[in-house]
């Protein structure tokens, strides 16, 4: 596709439900990365993805928080029983190895109430 | 520990109006200085990348340039469509490859 794209856009779920959040990156990107945005707040590295390995997790917030990538392509975060706290903007970001710029989705705009 | 700082937090200019927003940056090697600017609702859309002192990019009525602590987005004759959110970002050469980003300036340019 011409750039990363994010699915749902919006996403509204109760307390204590579980959510997935979709990442499809650009081609050929080998890197990808998530982050979060709270209202008001800068972007949080949360965690860090070299084709299906992820080398540095430790933006994760919790054990609630879990991400996978297969196929060195789509990725997926999963929250776990879904706290008021994890209302935010995430974002997905996509860039070829070594360093070079990356090239964020839309966000998944998560409300949980 | 790695820290990007913006300032302003927000700036409000005139049409025409130039100025520069501030970023500060204090990483274990730098291996990389990111500018973005990110409209409301939307994700960050890729300015520039700057990798050494010295370095300067340009694109339209704005420039980036970076020395060894600092980095500077310089606005030229402003126009309204070029209010947003600027966001800096570091990416450092110890460890991987996460960008660390500061808080962002808001610019509004007024007609």
Request: proline share 4%; hydrophobic share 30%.
């Amino acid at each position: 596709g011409a750039g990363v794209s994010q699915s749902p856009s919006n996403k509204v779920t109760e307390k204590g439900k579980d959510v997935e959040l979709r990442c499809d990156p650009i081609s050929g990107h080998t890197a990808l990365y998530w982050y979060r945005q709270s209202l008001g707040q800068g972007l949080e590295f949360l965690i860090y993805f070299q084709g299906n390995s992820a080398p540095d997790k430790s933006g994760l917030p919790s054990d609630r928080f879990s991400a996978e990538r297969t196929g060195g392509s789509v990725s997926t975060l999963t929250i776990q029983r879904t706290q008021q706290e994890d209302s935010a903007v995430y974002l997905c970001a996509s860039s070829y190895a070594g360093g070079s710029e990356a090239f964020f989705g839309q966000g998944t705009r998560l409300t949980v109430v | 520990e790695d820290q990007v700082t913006q300032s302003p937090e927000a700036l409000r200019l005139q049409e025409g109006e130039s100025s520069s927003l501030n970023c500060s940056y204090t990483v274990s090697g730098l291996r990389g200085l990111f500018w973005y600017r990110q409209d409301p609702g939307k994700g960050p859309e890729f300015l520039f990348t700057l990798y050494s002192a010295g370095e300067e990019k340009e694109k339209e009525r704005l420039k980036a340039t970076l020395t060894k602590k600092e980095s500077f987005l310089h606005i030229t004759a402003p126009k309204p469509e070029d209010s947003a959110t600027y966001l800096c970002a570091a990416r450092m050469n110890t460890g991987f490859q996460k960008l660390v980003f500061g808080t962002g300036t808001r610019l509004l340019v007024s007609p």
